[in-house]
């Protein structure tokens, strides 16, 4: 293979830069030419494309953000804007493709791949960690350390007034950054798409930990739940304590990426290009109990996200 497509697509997660650098280095290394594809598939399907070399991908390790730029694009949905995407591809000479998205990017992948015989790679770049067959995506670590930093500044001044804090994080509709925020800040309470929960019990919570000398808590919520306005409104009714919301929003997606994210960017970019040059396609690549792995990207995009409940657990016993 000698001549490889690359595109960034959907929402953009820190990382996707250094995993971008990756993929030029790399196939380069390999004496492949590498074309960027700007605005993702609606880049693609308008054949908006720029080669790529060494210096393209210089000084952008540590920036958050995606070089390429990224768009949603519906058009890709439809037999015409797929039959456009295979028609740039094939008059560039692009042998091969390197997806960077989520889940939705991924069958995108899966259809040039299944459908139109195009050797695609695909990259897990979301900060949600919603897809199941990796333990982790390029961009969660960095959002939820993000999370973290401001959950940190709200503990102090809802401490200071005795609040109850409210704060949504994103995630869509898997709870992880939730999850995993909750427990690395200390927050006394969860509330999940996973995991029924009771605002009546959640107010007992409280005050059994107001009980038990607790000055103030932390609610984190999932965004795929409810907003922390609505939430907090709900719960102000029920209670005499002061209640704050704030909503994240998206700095989640930005930001200078974490190492863990810019060793996963070195690591997945890498591994996506050795696949094409070998003639592979139609994989995805993703990390399992610490090791790099690819796999059938039919399969992938087919395995329902599970919810750790056992993390969730640990979360209860140890909040209050």
């Keep these: 293979m000698k001549r490889i497509g690359l595109l960034t697509s959907g929402g953009d997660a820190p990382g996707m830069n250094a995993a971008i650098r990756a993929v030029v280095r790399t196939a380069i290394y390999y004496g492949m030419e590498v074309f960027g594809v700007e605005r993702g598939y609606a880049g693609l399907i308008e054949g908006q494309l720029i080669p790529m070399e060494m210096r393209s991908v210089s000084n ?20 015409e ?14 042998e091969g493709l390197v997806v960077i998205g989520g889940d939705g990017s991924f069958r995108g992948a899966k259809i040039l791949s299944e459908q139109y015989g195009i050797p695609t790679i695909g990259i897990p770049g979301t900060i949600d960690n919603d897809l199941e067959y990796t333990d982790y995506t390029l ?30 994080v994103m995630g869509r509709h898997c709870g992880d ?111 399992r109990d610490n090791k790099i792995i690819d796999m059938d990207i039919i399969e992938a995009v087919s395995m329902k996200k599970t919810f750790d409940r056992e993390l969730y657990e640990t979360l209860q016993m140890i909040s209050m």
């Design 60 to 79: 952008i390790v540590q920036c958050g953000g995606t070089r390429l730029r990224s768009a949603r694009c519906m058009e890709m949905l439809t037999k």
């Design 139 to 168: 961009g969660f670590d960095t959002a939820v350390n993000t999370c973290l930093d401001i959950i940190n500044k709200l503990r102090d001044t809802m401490t200071s007034h005795e609040r109850v804090s409210v704060v949504e």
């Design 81 to 94: 804007g797929q039959e456009k995407a295979v028609e740039t591809i094939k008059k560039n000479g692009i």
């Design 177 to 287: 950054i939730a999850l995993y925020s909750g427990i690395a800040s200390g927050a006394e309470i969860i509330v999940v798409p996973e995991i029924e929960f009771s605002i009546e019990d959640i107010v007992e919570r409280i005050k059994r930990s107001r009980a038990n000398g607790k000055h103030s808590n932390i609610i984190l919520i999932a965004e795929g739940v409810m907003s922390a306005e609505k939430f907090a409104t709900k719960l102000q009714e029920l209670t005499s304590y002061d209640v704050r919301p704030t909503c994240i929003g998206h700095v989640q997606r930005g930001g200078s990426p974490s190492m863990a994210d810019r060793m996963l960017a070195a690591q997945f970019g890498n591994r996506a290009v050795r696949l094409l040059k070998d003639g592979i396609g139609n994989r995805v690549v993703g990390i």
